[in-house]
């Protein structure tokens, strides 16, 4: 029971360090007061963050990590006792543990008594092991102190030998050895936690809205010109390991070139990778409605061929390749995690942790990558295989404006808006449609005598989609689909709500009075649902002071399929919206965006020392800086001095737990100002 207690407590203190929570919560100070004589106190005060809690050094064993205080050995003095703690802590059930354990909120004070044995002044080392968590997270942390002590004059006579043992004796009862290993990179339990942990996320990563629609294209891919089950196999696998390491790469480059933890919002939102992934998906659509097939020129195709036999094993990397990059705008934030803590200067850990992810991510990929050559060599596939490509043609045609879409957003092109990307949608599912009657034909279709089952369907739920869309052209919610769809900022013809305009004050405002001057930047941002807000800290922050109003600090991206799904979902709740109208001054920072700031708004990062010139550089480094985290949608709701009202929240569509969010954080604003 305490073997797995303990891999319980190192599982929390993984999961800190995946999520690179790299502020510590606790604030120690310390300092020496002689209490009468030679002894003297070793005193350690901690300030804890709100909402964090720090353990006591006194409760059962098995359970999380209690606070110790090590002391470096010295013949200059000898530990009196074990350390005092106060304030009485808090004695709570922990259900994870299933035991009752002990810890302090706000601040704690710790007091160690000493015998001074010079009379010289003299400093005493050491270091304090703790761990301090949240509702939803622990962190572990190991830090070195330094405290000046004054020396004393001694009775040399004096018998300490009991003293100095049941000191010692004392100290020996905090289970250092077994702490001191779990706080080691290298240990293999922390090892085995980070991989295990980063291994849910890769197969969760393979759910997101991004990366699903691939699998289509995967299939289909592998469904093309397999001379013998063997070099399907070969490729399923070299595609596959590709993924693993390219995963693993990135991770490594990252922590050997700094090259930063918004790389993965660089790549999937700059107009360069989402062009050429536009014009990818465009060719594999044309491929699979029977207009060319892909291969690899023949020269390049043939000496491929010399070395790894037939079949074009090296398509198989770059397929890898492309899912691997388009994945980034909803892996992103899961894969950033990793890569705060790589662009750190650590190594081992975000490499252990993109091998796990890389390895679920890719795992369901190879199977459906071998699976086809299976279905291959059933009897009597005929032409029901090229059916199915026209199909995944279809819905990889509609997936590509996608990536239209982000160069449109980040770069305010205004080329795409709402309405015609739904019309584009709609016109692609009402001729899918008709494709499984029957009445549309391509060059490879077999001849199809009446429609079945299945093909009728299919049909259905392609029309039954189209109609489902058509209210979007005229401004509905559309929620199913959200995170597919540009935001609804960017629609021209909406009847479902009047909109504010812009650049109304406070004064003009009925609904709250959200604005004190017109926001900067409010001709290219738009908050979703007529909100108003702003979209420049320092300008947000004066206006919630004027207001005297708590502020919602919403980091979100142009790219961001979550963010869209959060607004369409949860912000559009009348509880929700009712409470961001009244109760608090909103400012939409987007990591993402590449409009250029006036050289006179540059900033310089205190996280890679490198200038940030545009709006999403400067508000990825910001978020990184003072939160340690660059995943979006991340909400957080602070006082006019910038400091957290409650604990921050990201992606949940729970709408409930959403306002109690903004509720919680509003009592404490007005706690706060009374």
């Known amino acids: 029971m305490k073997r797995i207690a303990l891999l319980v407590s190192v599982f929390l203190i993984i999961t800190s360090t995946v999520f690179a929570q790299l502020v510590d919560p606790v604030k120690w100070s310390y300092e020496s007061k002689n209490v009468k004589g030679d002894t003297t106190e070793i005193i350690f005060d901690a300030k804890i ?14 359970g999380p990590v209690r606070t110790t205080f090590y002391f470096d050995e010295s013949d200059k003095f000898e530990i009196i006792g074990k350390p005092s703690e106060s304030p009485e802590p808090e004695e709570v059930m922990d259900e994870i543990f299933n035991m009752k354990v002990k810890y302090f909120s706000n601040a704690a004070t710790f007091a160690q008594k000493i015998k001074v044995l010079t009379e010289n002044d003299f400093t005493i080392t050491g270091s304090i092991e703790y761990q301090v968590c949240q509702d939803d997270k622990c962190v572990y942390f190991n ?22 043992t049941a000191a010692k004796s004392d100290n020996a009862l905090s289970p250092q050895v077994d702490l001191e290993e779990i706080s080691k990179p290298e240990n293999k339990n922390s090892m085995w936690g980070i991989f295990f942990l980063a291994f849910v996320l890769g197969l969760a990563g393979v759910l997101t ?27 399923a696998l070299i595609f596959g390991i590709s993924i ?46 029977g207009m060319f097939e892909i291969v690899l020129p023949s020269g390049l195709a043939n000496k491929a061929d010399r070395q790894v036999d037939k079949g074009g094993f090296l398509a198989s990397f770059f397929m890898a390749f492309t899912l691997v990059i388009v994945s980034f705008s909803c ?30 991510f ?106 489902y869309l058509l209210p979007g052209m005229f401004g509905a919610e559309l929620n199913a ?56 800290y320092e300008q947000g922050m004066e206006c919630a002071k004027k207001l005297n109003k708590p502020v919602l600090l919403d980091f979100k991206g142009h790219a961001c399929s979550n963010c ?47 200038i940030k010139k545009t709006i999403g550089k400067k508000y990825a480094d910001f978020q990184i800086t003072k939160y340690n985290i660059n995943s979006q949608p991340y909400y957080v709701l602070v006082d006019h001095s910038g400091e957290n009202l409650t604990e921050p929240k990201g992606f949940d569509l729970n709408v409930n737990r959403f306002i109690e969010f903004l509720d919680n954080g509003l009592k404490e604003f007005k706690k706060r100002n009374k």
Request: glycine content about 6%.
């Open 49 to 62: 963050d709100m909402n964090w809690h720090l353990y006591s050094q006194y409760f059962g064993e098995g």
């Open 143 to 164: 830090p070195d102190f330094a405290v000046n002590v004054k020396g004393v004059k001694t009775d040399t006579e004096t018998d300490t030998e009991t003293e100095t």
């Open 209 to 235: 809205p991004c990366v699903f629609p691939m699998i289509p294209m995967t299939v289909s891919f592998f469904m093309q010109g397999q001379s013998s089950k063997f070099n399907s196999i070969v490729k």
């Open 244 to 289: 693993v390491v390219l995963y693993m790469s990135v991770g490594l480059i990252v922590s050997f070139t700094s090259a930063g933890a918004d790389l993965t919002t660089t790549l999937s939102t700059h107009w360069i990778p989402n062009t050429i992934f536009f014009a990818l998906f465009i060719a594999f659509a044309a491929s699979f409605f």
């Open 331 to 360: 892996t992103g934030p899961i894969v950033g995690a990793l890569l705060v803590k790589a662009a750190a200067g650590d190594i081992l850990e975000p490499l252990i942790g993109m091998f796990g992810f890389g390895l679920a």
């Open 362 to 467: 890719a795992l369901p990929f190879t199977l459906f990558a071998i699976f086809p050559r299976m279905l291959k060599g059933m009897p009597k596939s005929g032409g029901w295989m090229n059916s199915v490509k026209v199909v995944l043609g279809f819905i990889i045609l509609a997936f590509s404006f996608k990536f239209i879409a982000n160069i449109d957003q980040s770069y305010h092109l205004n080329l795409l808006s709402r309405d015609v990307y739904l019309a584009i949608w709609i016109v692609l599912f009402i001729l899918l449609g008709f494709y499984l009657l029957g009445k549309l034909k391509f060059s490879h279709d077999s001849d199809i005598p009446f429609v079945t089952v299945p093909r009728l369907v299919l049909a259905i739920i392609s029309f039954s989609f189209a109609l």
């Open 481 to 536: 689909v959200s995170s597919l769809l540009p935001p609804k900022s960017a629609q021209q013809f909406d009847i479902t709500e009047s909109k504010i305009p812009t650049g109304i004050t406070a004064m003009d405002n009925t609904d709250s009075g959200t604005l004190c001057e017109t926001p900067k930047y409010s001709d290219i941002l738009h908050l979703p649902h007529g909100l108003q807000g702003y979209f420049d």
């Open 564 to 610: 869209k799904e959060m607004e369409n979902k949860v912000w559009s709740d009348p509880e929700v919206l009712k409470r961001l109208r009244n109760d608090y001054v909103i400012i939409a920072l987007y990591v993402d965006d590449r409009t250029k700031l006036p050289e006179d708004e540059w900033v310089t990062s205190e996280y890679d020392g490198k």
